[in-house]
T-cell receptor
């Protein structure tokens, strides 16, 4: 069965510190997709990244970077030089692939989230 | 403006009174889905739809119904709501699943 574990329930850092949010997943499929989402205090959900299981290249987007390692079934998210605006709950998610649709199958499994607090 | 809209945003109702939460997107997206968010449980998928007339169960479909008669709309129906369905509900859409998911603003439902 699919499962996503975000072991860190809450993290608190001081502004400008680097912080890594862990995500460990379980799946029996060889083809799958991984996602990260952000939920700021205002409550909306914001898509951050999607990665398929064939692409193990690390991704960097500004202060955000993602480290995908199939060997350890992990898809960790690092924020460099954190800012107060990064304070949010971050969710990691997993989905099987559906080749007929050229993408994920549709059944998206979320981790329970990590609440990040960045203090000034 | 490209967006996913949900109505109502807040609803307080009583046990057993049928209700519908509407979800509409104006991006011509094929994929739509519903999630519920509960403290300590994160987000759990209720139902999803790959296209018109194509729907499938997520992880927690019991007590819910959906329909996808048109591409833009994906209503969530609670035929007989119960207090354990008190939650924050999100609708989402994307061009195909695995693309950028656009989420609606959420509907906070309280069933007494």
């Amino acid at each position: 069965a699919q499962k996503v574990t975000q072991a860190q329930t809450e993290i608190s850092v001081v502004e400008k510190e680097d912080v890594t949010l862990d995500c460990v997943y379980e799946t029996r499929d060889t083809t799958y997709y991984l996602f990260w989402y952000k939920q700021p205090p205002s409550g909306e959900l914001v898509f951050l990244i999607r990665r398929n299981s064939f692409d193990e290249q690390n991704e960097i987007s500004g202060r955000y970077s993602w480290n995908f390692q199939k060997s350890t079934s992990s898809f960790n998210f690092t924020i460099t030089a954190s800012q107060v605006v990064d304070s949010a709950v971050y969710f990691c998610a997993l989905s099987e692939a559906n080749m007929n649709y050229g993408g994920s199958q549709g059944n998206l499994i979320f981790g329970k989230g990590t609440k990040l607090s960045v203090k000034p | 403006e490209a967006q996913v809209t949900q109505n109502p945003r807040y609803l307080i109702t009583v046990t057993g009174k049928k209700l519908t939460v509407t979800c509409s997107q104006n991006m011509n997206h094929e994929y739509m889905s519903w999630y519920r968010q509960d403290p300590g449980l994160g987000l759990r998928q209720i139902y999803y739809s790959m296209n018109v007339e194509v729907t499938d169960k997520g992880d927690v479909p019991e007590g819910y119904k959906v329909s996808r008669k048109e591409k833009r709309n994906f209503p969530l129906i609670l035929e007989s709501p119960s207090p354990n369905q008190t939650s924050l509900y999100f609708c989402a859409s994307s061009l195909i699943f695995g693309g950028t998911e656009n989420f609606g603003p959420g509907t906070r439902l309280t069933v007494t």
